[in-house]
Each structure stands twice: as structure tokens, then as C-alpha cells.
């Protein structure tokens, strides 16, 4: 079965940092996308940042430039830094993927129904 489990998640004043994590397990991450999406107070879920199995990433313009997605695909775990943080960037934030073998990343932080995976999140609040 597969497994994602989201932590690294807290509580930081506007200009801080967070590096958020999600272990994955029955799922290899570096075959094929992985995404993390963000959901803030009464919103949809928004596709924060996606990465492909090459490595190539994507980013939603709102984080781009603060936030960076990579893997360690020896500990099978996919990573967000987030840098410069936001009050709104305030939310809970889910890893997600696809069935293997999706082809076009980017496309997944637009259709998140396409997703098939989801962790249960971890939730971020940055507040003065």
C-alpha cells in the first residue's frame, strides 16, 4: 500500500523559514511526479509545487523564488524549503502523486482530482 507522511510543519514569524517533509512508502518517488499542495482557511486546495521524475520542478508564482522542491530518493522522501515566509502562506500543506508512469507534472497543481496518493498533512501558521 502506499503512504505518505507529511511533518515539519509549526508555527513562524513572517520572514522565517520551515522545511517540511514527506516519507513515502509502496511509492518511489523519483518514478514519476510529486507535489505538495497547500490549503488555507475556507480555500481549495492550491498546487504549491510539483517535481518531475528528471528532477525539473515547477512552482505555483506565488512561491516562487521562496519555496524549493527536491527528494532524497535514498530515503525514498520528498522536501519543501520554504524560505521568506508569508502570512499567507499560512495552511495545511499535503504531499500528493499520481499513479506511476503520469508524464506531465505541472499539469497535476491544476487538476488535483488527477492525484491519486495524499498525506494528511501538516500544518503551517505564519503570524507576527
Known amino acids: 500500500q502506499v503512504e505518505l507522511m507529511e511533518s515539519g510543519g509549526g508555527s513562524v514569524q513572517p520572514g522565517g523559514s520551515l522545511r517540511l517533509s514527506c516519507k513515502v512508502s509502496?511509492?518511489?518517488?523519483?518514478?514519476?511526479?510529486m507535489t505538495w499542495f497547500r490549503q488555507g482557511p475556507g480555500k481549495e486546495r492550491l498546487g504549491v509545487a510539483a517535481?518531475?521524475?528528471?528532477?525539473?520542478?515547477s512552482y505555483a508564482g506565488s512561491v516562487r523564488g521562496r519555496f524549493t522542491i527536491s527528494r532524497d530518493d535514498t530515503d525514498n522522501t520528498l522536501y519543501l524549503q520554504m524560505d521568506n515566509l508569508k502570512p499567507e502562506d499560512t495552511g495545511t500543506y499535503y504531499c500528493?502523486?499520481?499513479?506511476?508512469?503520469?508524464?506531465?507534472?505541472?499539469?497535476?497543481?491544476?487538476?488535483?482530482?488527477?492525484?491519486?496518493?495524499w498525506g494528511q498533512g501538516t500544518e503551517v501558521t505564519v503570524s507576527s
Open positions: 517535481i518531475e521524475g528528471s528532477g525539473a520542478p
Open positions: 500528493a502523486a499520481p499513479k506511476p508512469g503520469w508524464l506531465w507534472c505541472e499539469y497535476l497543481l491544476h487538476k488535483p482530482g488527477d492525484l491519486a496518493y
Open positions: 509502496g511509492y518511489t518517488v523519483q518514478a514519476s511526479c
